[in-house]
């Protein structure tokens, strides 16, 4: 799934998506350990989806924080530290 499509979901079905993605890649390393995977390329796939899902996650988050003004933690820690 491409990232513009992630961004077109809502947070909730966002969330359930990386579980989702995050139980498939677990099951899909235990098929590898045990010597039953059969499509290899599906490790790299999944692994792609959580990091476009967190991406996106990020995303709205700093956008949700430059909206209401606050500081994310870690531009508080970069000013703190004199950057």
Not at 7 to 23: F, H, S, T, V, Y
Not at 37 to 50: F, P, Q, S, T
Not at 61 to 76: Q, V
């Amino acid at each position: 799934m491409k990232a513009a499509e992630f961004r077109g979901l809502p947070e909730a079905d966002l969330q359930k998506r990386l579980g989702d993605a995050r139980q498939e890649l677990f099951n899909l390393r235990f098929q590898l350990a045990t010597r039953k995977l059969e499509n290899h390329a599906r490790l790299r796939e999944v692994r792609k989806d959580i990091a476009r899902i967190l991406q996106v996650a990020n995303e709205r988050r700093l956008h949700h924080a430059a909206s209401t003004g606050t500081a994310s933690p870690a531009a508080t820690a970069s000013a703190a530290a004199g950057r």
